[in-house]
């Protein structure tokens, strides 16, 4: 699966992605992108999901059109040691993906799926 790091995770959470192509916005010069305009910009260069800690993002876009799917990590801080205790649930957060365009992983590993894909949709 091709994933894409928000500008707000720590560049070193691509660790936490193994067995898949993992990029960071500064890797792709996208860092000045914000939100909507990010989402779209990462569809179109092939990403299929956009991992991100931005708890707000859910309540600022239409999940319901998002061109890809959110991997929300709800973590109290953006630091490795907080997103090592949710890596554990990534494989099956990620999976959800598929059905789902918003997929947030709680610090219990509890996951909560939202605006499910329809079939040609």
Request: aromatic share 6%; glycine share 8%.
């Amino acid at each position: 699966m091709r994933l894409l790091l928000d500008n707000c995770v720590d560049i070193h959470a691509k660790q936490l992605f193994a067995g898949h192509e993992i990029e960071h916005v500064l890797d792709r010069g996208w860092d000045g992108l914000i939100n909507g305009k990010l989402i779209v910009t990462a569809a179109e260069g092939g990403f299929q999901v956009l991992v991100t800690v931005d708890k707000n993002l859910r309540y600022q876009q239409n999940l319901e059109r998002m061109p890809l799917s959110v991997l929300e990590l709800d973590v109290l801080k953006n630091r490795m040691e907080e997103l090592r205790r949710v890596a554990p649930f990534i494989p099956r957060a990620l999976e959800q993906t598929i059905r789902f365009r918003f997929v947030s992983i709680k610090p219990d590993g509890t996951i909560e799926c939202l605006a499910e894909r329809v079939p040609g949709g």
